[in-house]
């Protein structure tokens, strides 16, 4: 069954600095990936996707991750973080037609 | 113009009463979710309906009963409210691509039962 698993529940940077949120996965399959992001008291919305086109995909805000397969590991990263990037973050694995597993969650804190 | 809307955002109710929340997307989309978010920020799929049909049902009391009038719309009854059926719900849609399952959320309901 397809899983992904969300490393550090909450990961602290200050502005400008190098945001890394860690998403590993287990699947049978090629997997689809996707990064969503949580603003307080709102629903998801979806950062970027994996779909296999390429290992390095773009995302909103300035948001990228890698698919890495030797890794199995799809990190969402973004070189300078900003204040208004403090959020939850969850990465999620297709499992199935119609089906996204979601992780744990990450929440992203941005200290001046 | 939005695009997944749920009513009512905030719902706060007695143990044992029933309550709907409902939920309309305008994306045209073939497929609607409901997922249950708990207090740390964990989420679970409940139901999906596909064309009205239910396609997922995880392990679910059978005291929710989601109910699918068309496949714009997609409404979660709850018998019976139980203080751990606080959290917020999501409702979301996608449309049918075998290889692709973005999916668009609503802003949620808070449900907090007393």
């Known amino acids: 069954a397809q899983s992904v698993t969300q490393l550090g529940s909450h990961v602290s940077v200050s502005e400008g600095a190098l945001v890394l949120l860690r998403c590993n996965y287990s699947?049978?399959?090629?997997?689809?990936l996707f990064w969503y992001v949580q603003y307080p008291n709102q629903g998801l919305q979806l950062l970027l996707k994996?779909?296999?086109?390429?290992?390095l995909v773009k995302g909103i805000n300035g948001f990228e991750a890698e698919f890495k397969k030797s890794e199995t590991s799809f990190h969402l990263t973004k070189p300078s973080a900003h204040m208004s990037d403090a959020a939850e973050y969850f990465c999620?694995?297709?499992?199935?037609?119609?089906?996204?597993?979601f992780g744990t969650g990450t929440r992203l804190l941005v200290s001046p | 113009d939005t695009a997944v809307s749920q009513t009512p955002k905030y719902l706060v109710t007695q143990m044992g009463n029933d309550k709907s929340i409902k939920c309309e997307q305008n994306?045209?989309?073939?497929?609607m979710y409901w997922y249950k978010q708990d207090s740390k920020k964990f989420l679970k799929i409940m139901f999906s309906?596909?064309?009205?049909?239910?396609?997922i049902n995880e392990t679910v009391p059978n005291r929710f009963s989601p109910k699918s009038p068309d496949k714009a719309h997609l409404n979660l009854h709850i018998n019976s409210l139980e203080l751990g059926d606080s959290a917020v719900y999501f409702c979301?849609?996608?449309?049918?691509?075998?290889?692709?399952?973005?999916?668009?959320f609503g802003p949620g309901t808070r449900l907090t039962v007393l």
């Open positions: 699947s049978s399959v090629p997997p689809y």
């Open positions: 994306l045209g989309h073939d497929t």
């Open positions: 979301a849609s996608s449309q049918d691509r075998e290889w692709n399952n973005e999916q668009f």
């Open positions: 309906y596909n064309n009205k049909e239910l396609i």
């Open positions: 994996y779909t296999s086109a390429a290992t």
């Open positions: 999620a694995v297709k499992a199935g037609f119609q089906k996204l597993v």
